[in-house]
């Protein structure tokens, strides 16, 4: 293991990489008779005014964040925006709230968590806002007003928002420049293109995590979802092969699981947005229940929404967002849509039932019950 | 809706039911186009010396609580016996114990709950254990020694326990006479044999609930299992057909979940026993891993144990037991059993992650992992 070393340049004509030496060191050579790329995705970078300035914070690595700790130690940090409401946003947003920090949020979509429907995100528009969390939905970032390169306010096409610090949550893109160079096949935005043994186009050379596209297991087509799971399940994979142990992936149907302060988060499988670009006919649900029996102390809220195609009936996916209890949930959607399971089959699944932990009839049940009629 | 009436005969020819009112009062005949039999189940009552004594308590109804709420609310009961380590009785033993009650349970079964594996009712019975409840297992219940029809001990075959209050969780049985008389087939344990429409043998005859019998999805044998999920989607389906709109109810996978004080409990398919019994290959794995992220505060420790047929690699059966957490994530299971996943799909199931809910490989599967190689 090398640490600090960085492949300038994969050469798969001569099977070789060169490595540069930490520092801008001097390039040296390593040869390889199998090759995994594993160089993950990179945070993305808005090419606007001032972006460079000082006060504007990544959380990418770990660095990242220990600088940003740093900066709040110090005290002098009365205002934050964090630019994007998705996962990396809010879950910044909570962090600084607890730091008794002024926070705002900006997002160019209309709404937070732009992986759920509009419906499902208003209620986390609502939480955060009940936290005393500006939201400014819908402007997009212009730039960032500093004096002598510090930062003073965020910029939108809307307003100016005064901040000591900004975090860029505008999510990630898949790090590829190495492997395009070198001749290895690009997908979806960018993904590296793996088979089911997460083999690439090319002999020996191999390629896992958040700069690979995967396998869509309900809509059948390739998708780039950067998330850990799928990263450690594709390493895997990768490595049996390289082992000469035959394994293969797959492929996702989406699942994700985030909260904000008490309000938790979940999808999996295909959302409105998608089924519309898919052309999917579908069906959809929205119900609101209880994550556990009704009169049991702790119960709470939760709304569980489900799509299922038409006229088959398959399920295409689900959304969660509640209380305590809620969104683990997602799960049992998710392994259904690898079951590939029908809206039928969801409502008669022998789900466990216990007061402390569910309704006899689990909210899932209930939002399929519904969906059936509608089919 | 007539409360309190009986009914003491099906007279299926004729389509009609005698009823008897409250009371004994007098009996009078009901006529029917269509019957649906939802008897439930009686609780098991062993025919020992002593069994009608004051103090013995059942734990069926609403009122048979209230009963023993008001005898325990009297205060001058200092010790208690559950009959039964199962379901009810550990359950009861939590509630007691919480009254500040001298607890002791029996058992006749070498283990507590006889539905989990001897080795994953191990931790269960620490933990009863670790309260300062008195466990007594392999021990029969012989009878309960009385005073003038009081109650003083609960009688094993190798001791008597002191008690002012005993507890019968002994299970329950399918409430079958009835039917059995009006000439409805029965079958395993003299449940109810019904088909996936919920019908009986008898035309215009349905069933549901604790009284009939069950199509086990794994095993694809009928089964009894006593539960308010099966029951409630039985009521349901019959409910439905009767009202001339078809539906079907495919069967169960046996998914239970109870708790013991802060331990969750939880099964779900087929067990060792069942397994064996059934003269199926299998291989079982057991982990102990991590409820949430490793370093997350508030993790707990779970036991996952999974069973897959060999040589096929299909899923039959989990259990569960741990912190809080832990139990609904058999949930999982239970719809991988619905899906008839394999192992190897259960390793690839794309399950939710972000640390304050899970680890990037779930217990499930990390069990999953470790039982592949057993194939």
């Given at each position: 293991v090398r640490t600090g070393c960085r492949v300038v340049e994969i050469d798969v004509a001569r099977r070789q990489v060169a490595v540069e030496r930490p520092n801008g060191g001097k390039t040296h050579v390593e040869s390889w008779d199998y090759l995994v790329i594993a160089t993950g995705a990179v945070p993305m970078r808005p090419n606007?005014?001032?972006?460079?300035?000082?006060?504007i914070f990544e959380v990418k690595t770990l660095e990242d964040a220990l600088r940003l700790r740093q900066t709040l130690e110090n005290g002098e940090v009365r205002r934050a925006v964090v630019v994007g409401g998705g996962y990396i946003g809010i879950e910044m947003a909570e962090a600084l709230f607890r730091w008794d920090i002024e926070v705002a949020i900006i997002d160019?979509?209309?709404?937070?968590?732009?992986?759920?429907?509009p419906d499902m995100a208003e209620p986390i528009a609502e939480a955060i806002r009940r936290e005393g969390i500006s939201l400014y939905l819908g402007e997009k970032l212009t730039g960032f007003d500093t004096t002598s390169n510090r930062l003073d306010a965020v910029v939108t096409d809307k307003r100016a928002i005064p901040a000591d610090v900004a975090i860029l949550g505008l999510g990630v893109r898949p790090n590829t420049d190495l492997a395009r160079a070198a001749g290895i096949a690009l997908g979806t935005k960018d993904a590296i293109v793996i088979n089911s043994h997460c083999?690439?186009?090319?002999?020996?050379v191999w390629a896992a995590g958040d700069c690979v596209q995967s396998h869509h297991l309900v809509s059948g087509k390739p998708t780039w979802i950067a998330l850990g799971t799928v990263a450690n399940k594709q390493g895997r994979v990768a490595g049996l092969n390289v082992a000469g142990v035959e394994a293969t992936f797959?492929?996702?149907?989406g699942s994700a699981i985030t909260r904000f302060v008490e309000t938790e988060i979940a999808r999996t499988g295909l959302g409105e947005r998608e089924l519309d670009d898919l052309g999917i006919d579908y069906v959809a649900f929205k119900v609101d229940g209880h994550?556990?029996?009704?009169?049991?102390?702790g119960t709470q809220p939760i709304t569980v929404k489900l799509f299922a195609e038409?006229?088959?009936?398959?399920l295409l996916g689900g959304q969660i967002v509640g209380?305590?209890?809620?969104?683990?949930?997602i799960d049992v959607i998710a392994t259904a849509l690898h079951g590939k399971l029908t809206i039928e089959d969801v409502v008669n699944l022998d789900l466990s039932y216990s007061p402390p932990y569910s309704p006899a009839w689990d909210p899932i049940h209930l939002a399929a019950r519904q969906l059936q009629k509608l089919l």
């Amino acid at each position: 293991v090398r640490t600090g070393c960085r492949v300038v340049e994969i050469d798969v004509a001569r099977r070789q990489v060169a490595v540069e030496r930490p520092n801008g060191g001097k390039t040296h050579v390593e040869s390889w008779d199998y090759l995994v790329i594993a160089t993950g995705a990179v945070p993305m970078r808005p090419n606007v005014p001032g972006i460079n300035a000082e006060g504007i914070f990544e959380v990418k690595t770990l660095e990242d964040a220990l600088r940003l700790r740093q900066t709040l130690e110090n005290g002098e940090v009365r205002r934050a925006v964090v630019v994007g409401g998705g996962y990396i946003g809010i879950e910044m947003a909570e962090a600084l709230f607890r730091w008794d920090i002024e926070v705002a949020i900006i997002d160019m979509l209309p709404q937070v968590m732009g992986t759920l429907d509009p419906d499902m995100a208003e209620p986390i528009a609502e939480a955060i806002r009940r936290e005393g969390i500006s939201l400014y939905l819908g402007e997009k970032l212009t730039g960032f007003d500093t004096t002598s390169n510090r930062l003073d306010a965020v910029v939108t096409d809307k307003r100016a928002i005064p901040a000591d610090v900004a975090i860029l949550g505008l999510g990630v893109r898949p790090n590829t420049d190495l492997a395009r160079a070198a001749g290895i096949a690009l997908g979806t935005k960018d993904a590296i293109v793996i088979n089911s043994h997460c083999r690439t186009n090319l002999e020996n050379v191999w390629a896992a995590g958040d700069c690979v596209q995967s396998h869509h297991l309900v809509s059948g087509k390739p998708t780039w979802i950067a998330l850990g799971t799928v990263a450690n399940k594709q390493g895997r994979v990768a490595g049996l092969n390289v082992a000469g142990v035959e394994a293969t992936f797959p492929g996702v149907v989406g699942s994700a699981i985030t909260r904000f302060v008490e309000t938790e988060i979940a999808r999996t499988g295909l959302g409105e947005r998608e089924l519309d670009d898919l052309g999917i006919d579908y069906v959809a649900f929205k119900v609101d229940g209880h994550t556990l029996a009704r009169y049991y102390p702790g119960t709470q809220p939760i709304t569980v929404k489900l799509f299922a195609e038409k006229p088959t009936g398959r399920l295409l996916g689900g959304q969660i967002v509640g209380g305590q209890g809620s969104a683990k949930r997602i799960d049992v959607i998710a392994t259904a849509l690898h079951g590939k399971l029908t809206i039928e089959d969801v409502v008669n699944l022998d789900l466990s039932y216990s007061p402390p932990y569910s309704p006899a009839w689990d909210p899932i049940h209930l939002a399929a019950r519904q969906l059936q009629k509608l089919l």
